[in-house]
């Protein structure tokens, strides 16, 4: 499992999210940080300093290898904001090598990195205060993915992608504009990403959907 912090902000909070990856287990991917792994960020990490020697580096969320991405939000969505359509920590499934999507402190992830992710999970609080402290979510989905005791495996990126394709090719063909499209194929790509597909599953419908399309 790993735990992706885009762009983020404070030494504070990469020490600390840094222990809970040495907790439960996870790798640690950062993207575009803004902050430096320094002193600070040691003495938070306490006794995670492996953590921080082989965390990773890369510059765009699409450069994090791994099958499955969950983003998270705190900002919940309206039926105009697909986006942000959302499954609560409890509905989660553990899946090999997924990868937890964390944002910015300040403003989170915005609506194209959440369209990168395959899931988006919110954590319910009081509605007068929604943000939760990044390391205190970070931990409340660690120790809800942790205490599951099967992992599922999804079936590949590259498959799931090509049932995209051909649903995109169908609404094309349906006449559908592009705007429309858009939003059609995100609202098809939550549905179908939360049934956490194996690769039978995946071969099945992007057969159908083939089939479909040739008729057209």
């Known amino acids: 499992m790993k735990v992706v912090l885009v762009e983020p902000e404070y030494p504070e909070n990469l020490g600390m999210v840094a222990r809970l990856c040495k907790n439960f287990g996870a790798e640690l991917v950062l993207v575009n940080p803004r902050v430096e792994i320094d002193d600070t960020v040691r003495q938070r990490a306490m006794h995670a300093q ?20 969950v983003g998270t939000t ?20 553990r899946v090999e090598n997924m990868a937890l999507v964390f944002g910015r402190e300040s403003t989170g992830l915005t609506n194209e990195e959440l369209a990168l992710c395959d899931t988006v999970v919110y954590i319910p609080t009081r509605p007068e205060y929604r943000t939760l402290n ?48 858009r939003i059609q194929l995100l609202l098809f790509k939550r549905v179908l990403e939360r049934a956490r597909l194996t690769a039978r599953e995946a071969y099945g419908i992007a057969g159908v959907l083939k089939k479909l399309q040739e008729l057209f």
């Open 74 to 93: 705190a900002k919940l969505a309206s039926d105009y904001n697909v986006n942000r359509a959302y499954e609560f920590p409890w509905e989660l499934e």
């Open 50 to 69: 492996d953590v921080l020697d082989s965390v990773k580096i890369v510059n765009s969320l699409d450069e994090v290898d791994s099958p499955y991405l």
């Open 134 to 181: 990044i390391a205190n979510a970070v931990a409340i989905l660690l120790y809800e993915l942790y205490r599951r005791e099967d992992e599922r495996t999804v079936a590949d990126r590259k498959v799931r992608e090509q049932i995209y394709t051909f649903w995109d090719g169908l609404l094309d063909r349906l006449g559908y504009p592009r705007d429309k499209r």
